[in-house]
C-alpha cells in the first residue's frame, strides 16, 4: 500500500500528462480547497465553502461522507461530453478529497471505462481489492488495470490485480456473481480457476500455482501478454492476482525468437549444403557421361584405321555429345548465372518480339540430326495454325531457342528407337496469364516414351527435379517454367491416355 | 451455442499462429513471431443447421525452452497436431505432444495432423511412404497457411469428428 496519500501519488505518477482538478472536501462535504484546471471540467463556478448541491452537481450523489475505507473506487460521469473519473478518498489527514480526471477521450472509449468501473466495483462489493501496480509500486486502484480493461474489451498499460475471493450474493446486474462474470470473459483465466480452486480447496504445502502467460487481445486488436498466480495465504484468504508480463521477461522471449530463428536459419543453411551436394553430384555424373563417349570416339579417329564411313560415325557421335556437354553447361550458368535480371529482358512490341515460326524452325532444324542418330521421327504439325512465321510472341528469341530445345532434347532422350516425338502448334484459351483466348498460342510435344510417374509430377518444374531425369540435375524443365512465367506464360505437363510424355507450353502474342 | 475447445499443438514455428489466423482472420503475415504463452481466439460457424463456437486455443511451440502446460488442454474436444514439411523432426514433436494430452491430460478426442508449409514443398524433407509407416492410423493432411490451402477443410474435418464423438 501507499504510504503517501493516494490522490496525491495518482496526481504525480499517473495523471501528470492529463488534465484534472481536486477539491478538498471536509467531513461535511464542504468545499476547502481547490486545485488544477476547475475550468475545463466546467466547475469555474465552483467556491470554497460550497456544500454538495450548492454548485456542483456531481457531489449530489457521491457517498459522502460516510466513507469508512481509506479508497473508493471512482465513478464515472459523461462531464460536457468528456470522459471523467469522480474519485472520492478518505484521507487519514482529515478532510475527504473529491478527485477529478478526465483524459477527453471519446464516448465509446468511456463506455468501455465505464464498465470496467461497474466491474470493478461489482469486485469490490464482493470483498475483492483491486490495484494498480507500476514499477513494483501500487500507484491507483481499481478500475484503470488495464488487464481488466483488455478483458471487457477496453485498453490499458502495466498492472496487477488482487483479490479476495469473497462468497456473497450474485451480481444483480447479469444475474451472475462478479467474479464468475470476470472469469467468463477469458476463456484461459476461466480454465486457470480450476486450478487455483484446487489449491484454495486443498490443505497441502502449496502455496502458489501460476497459470503460465497468455496474451488477450483488446477490441483495438492489441495484444496483452499476462500472467495469473493463485496462492493460498496465512489468513486463509484466496488470492488471485493478474499481472501484466514484466517488460524483462518479455525481452527475454524476444531473444528466445532470435535463438529459434536463427535455429531455423541455420536448419535452412543445411538443407541447402545438402541440396548442392547432390546436384553438384549430378553435374559431375553429366557432364562425365557424355566425355566417355567424346574420348572413346577420338581414340577411335586418331588411329587412322577406322573406314572413312565408320570414322564419319564416330565423330557424329562424339561431336553430338560435346554438343549436349555444351547444353548442360548452358543449363547450369542459366540457373546459376545471375539469372534474374537475365530473364526478365523480353520483347513484347509485336515489331520486335520473337516470330514463333523462325524461333522453333530453328530449333527442330538444329535437334534433326541427334533424332535421326537415334532412329526417332521428329514432326511439325502447325496445319492448326497457318502464317506461324510472322506469329510474333512475348519473348526473348535466344531463351525461347533454348526452352524448345530443352523440351526436344527432353523427349529424345525418353523416346524409344523407332519412335515419333509431334510438336503440334494452335490457338489456346489455355495461359496463366490474363489474356484473352485468342491471344494465347500453345506448342506441345508428344514423345512415346514411358511418361512421367504420377508421383513425380508436382515436382518436375522445380529446381533440382530429377524424377524423370534419374542422374541429370534437373535444371532444365526449371529453366523453362522460370522464363515463360516471366514472359506471362506458362508450361505443364498433361497426362495422356496414350503412352508417352506431352509438355505444354503457352506463350502470349506480343 | 454449441462451444468446442480446439488445442493447436506442435514443435516452434511451425505455424500454429498462422493456420489459427488464415482460418479466423483470412491473413497471413510471412514475419515469425514466437507465441507468448497461450492466445485464445474464437471463430464461429454452423455446423448440420447448428451454431457452433470453436475456442481455438494457439499454444506456445514446444521445445527445450517452453513446455506446455498439461492443464492448457483440459476440456478440449479436439486436437490440431502441426508439423513443419520441411523440417521432419517436428512430426516426432507432435508424436510427443499427443503422448502428453492422450498420457497426463488425459484426453481422449479426435485429431489431426496437419503438415504445414504445403507452399514450400519443394523444400519438404519428408517422405509421404514414411510418414504412412510411422503414423499408422492418423488422419494427416497438407495445409498451407500462406496459400490457406488445406485450412479451412482441416477445421471442418476435425468440426465434423468432434460433433461426431458428441453424436455417439
Given at each position: 500500500?501507499?504510504?503517501?496519500?493516494?490522490?496525491?501519488?495518482?496526481?504525480?505518477?499517473?495523471?501528470?500528462?492529463?488534465?484534472?482538478?481536486?477539491?478538498?472536501?471536509?467531513?461535511?462535504?464542504?468545499?476547502?480547497?481547490?486545485?488544477?484546471?476547475?475550468?475545463?471540467?466546467?466547475?469555474?463556478?465552483?467556491?470554497l465553502g460550497d456544500r454538495p448541491g450548492d454548485s456542483l452537481e456531481l457531489l449530489h450523489e457521491l457517498p459522502l461522507p460516510a466513507i469508512e475505507r481509506r479508497l473508493v473506487l471512482p465513478r464515472m460521469e459523461l462531464v460536457h461530453g468528456r470522459?471523467?473519473?469522480?474519485?472520492?478518498?478518505?484521507?487519514?489527514?482529515?478532510?475527504?478529497?473529491?478527485?477529478?480526471?478526465?483524459?477527453?477521450?471519446?464516448?465509446?472509449?468511456?463506455?468501455?471505462?465505464?464498465?470496467?468501473?461497474?466491474?470493478?466495483?461489482?469486485?469490490?462489493?464482493?470483498?475483492?481489492?483491486?490495484?494498480?501496480?507500476?514499477?513494483?509500486?501500487?500507484?491507483?486502484?481499481?478500475?484503470?488495470?488495464?488487464?481488466?480493461?483488455?478483458?471487457?474489451?477496453?485498453?490499458?498499460?502495466?498492472?496487477?490485480?488482487?483479490?479476495?475471493?469473497?462468497?456473497?450474493?450474485?451480481?444483480?446486474?447479469?444475474?451472475?456473481?462478479?467474479?464468475?462474470?470476470?472469469?467468463?470473459?477469458?476463456?484461459?483465466?476461466?480454465?486457470?480457476?480450476?486450478?487455483?480452486?484446487?489449491?484454495?480447496?486443498?490443505?497441502?504445502?502449496?502455496?502458489?500455482?501460476?497459470?503460465?502467460?497468455?496474451?488477450?487481445?483488446?477490441?483495438?486488436?492489441?495484444?496483452?501478454?499476462?500472467?495469473?498466480?493463485?496462492?493460498?495465504?496465512?489468513?486463509?484468504?484466496?488470492?488471485?492476482?493478474?499481472?501484466?508480463?514484466?517488460?524483462?521477461?518479455?525481452?527475454?522471449?524476444?531473444?528466445?525468437?532470435?535463438?529459434?530463428?536463427?535455429?531455423?536459419?541455420?536448419?535452412?543453411?543445411?538443407?541447402?549444403?545438402?541440396?548442392?551436394?547432390?546436384?553438384?553430384?549430378?553435374?559431375?555424373?553429366?557432364?562425365?557421361?557424355?566425355?566417355?563417349?567424346?574420348?572413346?570416339?577420338?581414340?577411335?579417329?586418331?588411329?587412322?584405321?577406322?573406314?572413312?564411313?565408320?570414322?564419319?560415325?564416330?565423330?557424329?557421335?562424339?561431336?553430338?555429345?560435346?554438343?549436349?556437354?555444351?547444353?548442360?553447361?548452358?543449363?547450369?550458368?542459366?540457373?546459376?548465372?545471375?539469372?534474374?535480371?537475365?530473364?526478365?529482358?523480353?520483347?513484347?512490341?509485336?515489331?520486335?518480339?520473337?516470330?514463333?515460326?523462325?524461333?522453333?524452325?530453328?530449333?527442330?532444324?538444329?535437334?534433326?540430326?541427334?533424332?535421326?542418330?537415334?532412329?526417332?521421327?521428329?514432326?511439325?504439325?502447325?496445319?492448326?495454325?497457318?502464317?506461324?512465321?510472322?506469329?510474333?510472341?512475348?519473348?526473348?528469341?535466344?531463351?525461347?531457342?533454348?526452352?524448345?530445345?530443352?523440351?526436344?532434347?527432353?523427349?529424345?532422350?525418353?523416346?524409344?528407337?523407332?519412335?515419333?516425338?509431334?510438336?503440334?502448334?494452335?490457338?489456346?484459351?489455355?495461359?496463366?496469364?490474363?489474356?484473352?483466348?485468342?491471344?494465347?498460342?500453345?506448342?506441345?510435344?508428344?514423345?512415346?516414351?514411358?511418361?512421367?510417374?504420377?508421383?513425380?509430377?508436382?515436382?518436375?518444374?522445380?529446381?533440382?527435379?530429377?524424377?524423370?531425369?534419374?542422374?541429370?540435375?534437373?535444371?532444365?524443365?526449371?529453366?523453362?517454367?522460370?522464363?515463360?512465367?516471366?514472359?506471362?506464360?506458362?508450361?505443364?505437363?498433361?497426362?495422356?491416355?496414350?503412352?508417352?510424355?506431352?509438355?505444354?507450353?503457352?506463350?502470349?502474342?506480343? | 451455442?454449441?462451444?468446442?475447445?480446439?488445442?493447436?499443438?506442435?514443435?516452434?514455428?511451425?505455424?500454429?499462429?498462422?493456420?489459427?489466423?488464415?482460418?479466423?482472420?483470412?491473413?497471413?503475415?510471412?514475419?515469425?513471431?514466437?507465441?507468448?504463452?497461450?492466445?485464445?481466439?474464437?471463430?464461429?460457424?454452423?455446423?448440420?443447421?447448428?451454431?457452433?463456437?470453436?475456442?481455438?486455443?494457439?499454444?506456445?511451440?514446444?521445445?527445450?525452452?517452453?513446455?506446455?502446460?498439461?492443464?492448457?488442454?483440459?476440456?478440449?474436444?479436439?486436437?490440431?497436431?502441426?508439423?513443419?514439411?520441411?523440417?521432419?523432426?517436428?512430426?516426432?514433436?507432435?508424436?510427443?505432444?499427443?503422448?502428453?494430452?492422450?498420457?497426463?491430460?488425459?484426453?481422449?478426442?479426435?485429431?489431426?495432423?496437419?503438415?504445414?508449409?504445403?507452399?514450400?514443398?519443394?523444400?519438404?524433407?519428408?517422405?509421404?511412404?514414411?510418414?504412412?509407416?510411422?503414423?499408422?492410423?492418423?488422419?494427416?493432411?497438407?495445409?498451407?497457411?500462406?496459400?490457406?490451402?488445406?485450412?479451412?477443410?482441416?477445421?471442418?474435418?476435425?468440426?465434423?469428428?468432434?460433433?461426431?464423438?458428441?453424436?455417439?
Open positions: 500500500m501507499p504510504t503517501d496519500h493516494a490522490c496525491r501519488t495518482l496526481l504525480r505518477s499517473v495523471l501528470s500528462d492529463k488534465r484534472h482538478a481536486s477539491v478538498q472536501l471536509d467531513n461535511e462535504g464542504c468545499v476547502t480547497l481547490t486545485t488544477g484546471d476547475l475550468a475545463w471540467f466546467g466547475l469555474d463556478g465552483l467556491r470522459s471523467t473519473d469522480v474519485h472520492c478518498v478518505g484521507s487519514e489527514e482529515g478532510p475527504l478529497l473529491l478527485f477529478l480526471d478526465a483524459t477527453g477521450e471519446a464516448h465509446r472509449e468511456l463506455h468501455f471505462q465505464q464498465r470496467g468501473n461497474q466491474l470493478a466495483l461489482a469486485l469490490r462489493s464482493w470483498g475483492i481489492e483491486v490495484f494498480e501496480e507500476r514499477g513494483g509500486e501500487i500507484v491507483g486502484f481499481g478500475t484503470g488495470s488495464p488487464w481488466m480493461r483488455a478483458l471487457v474489451g477496453s485498453v490499458g498499460g502495466l498492472s496487477v490485480a488482487a483479490g479476495a475471493l469473497g462468497t456473497g450474493a450474485a451480481d444483480e446486474e447479469d444475474g451472475r456473481r462478479p467474479f464468475e462474470a470476470l472469469v467468463a470473459a477469458s476463456p484461459f483465466l476461466e480454465n486457470f480457476l480450476v486450478d487455483a480452486r484446487r489449491l484454495w480447496a486443498s490443505g497441502g504445502r502449496e502455496r502458489l500455482v501460476r497459470s503460465g502467460e497468455w496474451t488477450e487481445v483488446d477490441e483495438l486488436g492489441r495484444e496483452w501478454p499476462l500472467e495469473a498466480s493463485a496462492a493460498r495465504v496465512d489468513d486463509g484468504r484466496h488470492l488471485l492476482m493478474i499481472r501484466s508480463v514484466p517488460d524483462d521477461h518479455l525481452r527475454q522471449l524476444e531473444i528466445l525468437q532470435a535463438a529459434r530463428s536463427r535455429d531455423l536459419e541455420l536448419a535452412g543453411l543445411h538443407r541447402e549444403v545438402d541440396r548442392k551436394e547432390v546436384l553438384l553430384h549430378c553435374i559431375v555424373h553429366d557432364l562425365l557421361a557424355p566425355l566417355g563417349s567424346i574420348v572413346g570416339g577420338l581414340s577411335l579417329a586418331r588411329g587412322g584405321k577406322l573406314p572413312q564411313d565408320k570414322a564419319d560415325a564416330v565423330l557424329e557421335q562424339g561431336l553430338a555429345q560435346a554438343r549436349r556437354q555444351e547444353t548442360l553447361i548452358r543449363g547450369m550458368l542459366d540457373a546459376f548465372s545471375a539469372e534474374l535480371s537475365a530473364l526478365e529482358a523480353f520483347e513484347t512490341d509485336p515489331k520486335s518480339a520473337p516470330r514463333l515460326g523462325e524461333v522453333l524452325h530453328a530449333a527442330l532444324n538444329d535437334h534433326r540430326l541427334a533424332y535421326q542418330a537415334r532412329g526417332v521421327e521428329l514432326l511439325l504439325d502447325e496445319s492448326a495454325l497457318p502464317g506461324l512465321e510472322d506469329l510474333a510472341v512475348v519473348a526473348d528469341g535466344a531463351r525461347l531457342l533454348r526452352v524448345f530445345a530443352n523440351l526436344l532434347e527432353n523427349a529424345l532422350r525418353h523416346s524409344p528407337r523407332g519412335g515419333r516425338v509431334l510438336v503440334t502448334v494452335a490457338p489456346t484459351e489455355h495461359l496463366a496469364a490474363d489474356c484473352e483466348p485468342a491471344e494465347a498460342i500453345a506448342v506441345t510435344i508428344d514423345d512415346q516414351g514411358p511418361g512421367v510417374p504420377a508421383e513425380d509430377v508436382e515436382g518436375l518444374f522445380t529446381r533440382f527435379s530429377t524424377g524423370r531425369n534419374s542422374g541429370a540435375a534437373g535444371l532444365g524443365l526449371h529453366f523453362c517454367r522460370r522464363v515463360l512465367e516471366t514472359w506471362g506464360g506458362d508450361i505443364c505437363y498433361v497426362d495422356r491416355e496414350e503412352a508417352g510424355a506431352r509438355f505444354r507450353i503457352a506463350l502470349a502474342l506480343a | 451455442m454449441i462451444r468446442k475447445k480446439i488445442c493447436m499443438l506442435g514443435a516452434f514455428a511451425v505455424g500454429k499462429t498462422s493456420l489459427v489466423r488464415r482460418f479466423v482472420e483470412d491473413s497471413f503475415s510471412d514475419r515469425y513471431v514466437t507465441t507468448i504463452g497461450v492466445k485464445v481466439m474464437k471463430k464461429q460457424l454452423t455446423h448440420a443447421d447448428r451454431d457452433v463456437t470453436l475456442m481455438l486455443w494457439d499454444l506456445h511451440g514446444d521445445d527445450a525452452f517452453q513446455t506446455v502446460q498439461s492443464s492448457y488442454l483440459r476440456g478440449s474436444s479436439g486436437l490440431l497436431l502441426v508439423a513443419d514439411g520441411t523440417r521432419a523432426e517436428t512430426v516426432a514433436v507432435a508424436q510427443r505432444l499427443l503422448e502428453r494430452a492422450t498420457g497426463e491430460a488425459e484426453l481422449d478426442v479426435p485429431f489431426l495432423l496437419l503438415i504445414n508449409k504445403a507452399d514450400l514443398k519443394a523444400d519438404w524433407d519428408l517422405e509421404a511412404s514414411a510418414l504412412d509407416e510411422q503414423l499408422a492410423g492418423w488422419t494427416v493432411l497438407e495445409t498451407s497457411a500462406k496459400t490457406g490451402d488445406g485450412v479451412e477443410q482441416a477445421f471442418e474435418i476435425l468440426t465434423d469428428l468432434m460433433m461426431e464423438r458428441d453424436a455417439d
